[in-house]
């Protein structure tokens, strides 16, 4: 059994993980860190794990935790998982890092979204954990960076287009709704429930979100060129889930084409994205609580533009899931290994 | 007091005009009909209006109707209506029609997205009633087409700026999210609370809703010529509320125009229009139960576009709300008689 | 107008008093305070009240706000509000506190379950401000001690029949059921979206909540003797609403009365109690945002008991709606001034 | 592999049935039936399935299922339940039926509460399917009657302190609240999601809920005598959970017991019945996915009640959940199997 730690495990994406860890056939979690709330068992925060998961926070420096474990997931905010990962590369552990830290290739384009970059230098070792297109690097890797949720359902949905050059890259529009666990397990009066509950907004309106560069950091690669795109996330008052509606003008060729057959191509071994039959829309509660990301897409034939909508549970494929599917990847073990359920429905 | 009569009292629609009327200082309900409840006391059907409304559910030929009120709102699905109104009309009554029945001005167009129009005649005399366009036409009108709800909220939205010319009307994509409630009270698999509780979907994807040619015969008469619409609706988990994401690639004028002042200029008077100070997003919450719709907006300046966001609530404004709206402009009371109320919160 | 002041705006209960108060005929907002917010506008705590509201959050001493208002509601925290009310009573004015310290008669008791009393003298001239039990006293006092919410569900429920003698006190269980925002606004990981969202649990279970002894004082008047109850809370995923399942065994008496005999005369010219037909039983959802207390009851012929199930508004009926209606009744307005709204639904 | 089918796999049981057994490591799904959507894939119902469970919803006569598989579970109503499962175990398969009809052992309380049976000859035989309570009997039976969902929450909480004769058996008074899954799948108004969301009620209040004899039954065995309960079911705006809280009076022995021992003895051995520490309170959501029941307890110490608290999630360990575990019994598989997962949160 790989012995695997949890850096940050107080959040959303760390009850996840250690939810998925706990039936993995593979993997034993032997260390779960967490500043808040460190000396309590990991299940009275997270009573769920009560008597599934045995181990108690703990606020531990670097150099103990490489005793404890031989991977590592770090699930705690950007700047601070810089703090932590090259230490534990150096201590000869790999790691998935949850964060954007490691995610943009462009040091100048990272500190113009975030700050300063601490160890520049992994960035071009670090690989971007997105198995559908790089899943051969993946297994290889010493450190990935898991991909952020936006960009992981905007990304999968657009990739097959833009490789084939079916769309006009300069017209894309994202119009991204996300659940409120995106936003974190910290105190606040902005995700309280009667704030959120019977209620539903846009923020970060205008080119603001960080996960902008991101997504054109991969889309530009897969058009061969720069892409720049519109994004606005907006904030469901559902607990798990993205849905991205995306908007391109279509080239005349891809007019003309038969995308079904592209984009099932494109993904037909693929465990975890389901391609949607003509004339079916995914919903984010098909995907809930699993690693899947279910594209659909319609023509507007009156405006020539092309509308893809790709859902994912935001803390499994989103983060966790595919934490988890690259860790698998990492360590050679089987690619749906602690990932086969099935989302639970309703 | 002017006698009012619900026709086809028993849908959301119905419920919220009859709480709006249970309080109008100028109106007295006498009448509210339903086939399916006809016997029932209309508080049996909605038990919030138990000891508010002391009315019984009627089943009654037009003729009848025409006896015991003044004044009729239509709330019957469209083709039922046209069945009605030019009855009620003929018997010297006033009319606001909550269908779609007398909202598009071309027969053809109707029919097109539609079935075939048994009263095409009145298609010309009906006026769009979005008082903020149409203010004095209401006035004198007979026959009132009350705008559909996503319609509402889009052309509050983007009626300043076409008519200022200032975005390319052939780059609008509009984004549209609605509450439960604008998919009726009918018994159905696809509406239970388990189908649509913590889950998100569109709908009607690539140009079939039946509100476009609503929303584009409007857009079309502000930019002074044809605009077509990408417009895709999505089912949120809330009762009440719709939000609308706009996209338009602003004109090299209006990528320097100071919008806020052009939005606030026009709508300075408006008793339901808010339109709100920069860096700020509206949220369905925020008008809910209210007749009010809030604008914001904010300009993408890396890719040129300009994004507004509108939210109304789907039976308030964007339905009830507004019926009785046209109402108060028909009979000469205060346009804000009955619909003072602000939004409740949380 | 009555210049009117709430003290303590930013929670819940003050944007649902100023809500109240923005469409209420005879007052008028004056002064709003809040430490947290101060020099911030209300519209801008809560966006709902955007040009409808137009106040700036003060922090302000007594003595100053004694000059800006007339009648005042402290919407403090227990506690605070015995720091406040004296001196605002010393200067001449009138309030409803909405808070705990002078609902309970006995200073022992009260120190029992808050914490010593600065001001017991004025226990004795606070009048408990449930309209229906105390409506004259009210009408009097310059200092009503606005009920809680539990109690308030429970005491209209169980009064008529306690002072019948229709039950055995002593075996009285309350099965309490409140929304969220009966928690308040402050941030907290415990009321995030996340925690409480499609989820359901108790609290303080086994006799702990301090509504018990509000309850059991007007519960034991009612009954002319002492009565204990069994009271446990619960927190809904909902944002408003309160519905209290009550049990109690019939004495032989009771189990034959007609109780919706008894319930409907106790309350036939109350407005805002409505006793529910036999067979029909409330739900929050038809009280939300009025001041209404619906009540329904079953018999349980198999064991003996008697079912109460009762609902109202947690922060109209609960807090601020009665809270206006006591204003009502102090100032000499018409009770239903400003309350007159029906719940709205869906 | 065994060879299992769902007759009746169009409901929420079905669906949660199907997703179990996707990835249960000893069985393998072989045939669904469904009247309302034969011809269509089980994936086109439930899109959460699709590239998951590949099967064809058929409407079957019963010889034709008996040679498809050689496991049924039926997800049919009661009554349509006693038409099948005869012929299925006269044709020597095994039968774990989801329905009210195998439940009761006296065929008149079946007959009070129910209509008349069919196969009476088979109440003998069948195993009332709660394992922690007849796990023995469970491993050797033909027909299993898996329980309802609020007596499985309702029977765990109260078995162990009824054996042990440390409550006054007459006081009982049972407070349940289930999500909407447990009112099916049907289309109705009732079940709409602006029906129950944001709202709560109670139904079937004063004894008349048929789940009443199927508890009492099982609460008179633990308690070796007659048992007569107050039951008031509630309908809470969740998709998943039961929770129970259940009064009972100590007796003065139990007012002294160490409860938390006596529960923890009884429970220490079973996977899926978790204790909670003193002081802890269970909610749905830590149950929600899973097959495990979480109790709470306190003493009311002021009124010498016990005050029980009990979480299922309903589709899970109250219904399919415990189905699966049934057969697992019955098939001498582990019992966890396809049931390790750890309830997702959030």
Chains 1, 2, 3, 4 share one sequence.
């Not at 959040?11 to 260390?31: D, N, S």
């Not at 703990?58 to 150099?63: H, M």
């Not at 994202?174 to 009066?189: L, N, P, T």
Request: glycine share 8%; aromatic share 8%; hydrophobic share 40%.
């Amino acid at each position: 059994m790989l012995k695997v730690g949890i850096i940050g495990a107080s959040g959303y994406t760390g009850a996840e993980l250690a939810r998925i860890l706990a039936t993995h056939p593979k993997v034993k979690l032997t260390v779960a860190t967490s500043r808040q709330y460190a000396g309590q068992k990991l299940s009275d925060v997270f009573p769920s794990l009560y008597k599934r998961v045995d181990l108690v926070c703990e606020n531990l420096a670097v150099e103990e935790l490489a005793s404890r474990a031989d991977f590592f997931f770090t699930a705690v905010p950007h700047k601070t998982a810089m703090g932590i990962v090259p230490q534990l590369l150096a201590a000869g552990k790999k790691v998935v890092d949850l964060s954007a830290d490691y995610r943009i290739r462009d040091q100048k384009v990272y500190e113009k979204w975030y700050q300063s970059h601490s160890s520049p230098e992994l960035l071009k070792e670090a690989v971007y954990g997105l198995p559908e297109l790089y899943r051969e690097e993946i297994k290889g890797a010493r450190l990935v960076a898991n991909p952020g949720c936006y960009p992981t359902s905007v990304i999968l949905a657009l990739n097959p287009i833009l490789r084939a050059g079916l769309i006009e890259a300069g017209t894309i529009v994202i119009d991204s709704k996300s659940g409120a666990s995106g936003a974190g397990r910290s105190a606040s009066v902005a995700n309280l429930y009667c704030e959120l509950a019977d209620s539903f907004r846009a923020y970060k309106v205008g080119g603001k979100h960080r996960h902008i560069p991101e997504i054109e950091q991969e889309l530009s690669l897969a058009a061969g060129g720069p892409v720049r795109v519109t994004f606005t996330p907006h904030l469901l008052p559902i607990s798990r889930g993205i849905l991205s509606t995306i908007y391109a003008t279509l080239t005349p060729e891809g007019a003309k084409a038969d995308l079904f057959a592209l984009y099932n191509k494109t993904y037909k071994k693929e465990p975890f994205v389901r391609i949607l039959e003509p004339g079916k829309q995914p919903a984010t509660q098909n995907v809930r609580g699993s690693n899947c990301c279910d594209i659909g897409f319609e023509r507007d034939r009156r405006t020539g533009r092309l509308v893809l909508t790709s859902v994912i549970d935001n803390i499994g494929k989103g983060a966790s899931g595919q934490a988890v599917q690259n860790m698998n990847l990492m360590q050679g073990f089987a690619e749906k290994a602690g990932l086969a359920g099935t989302a639970f429905f309703p």
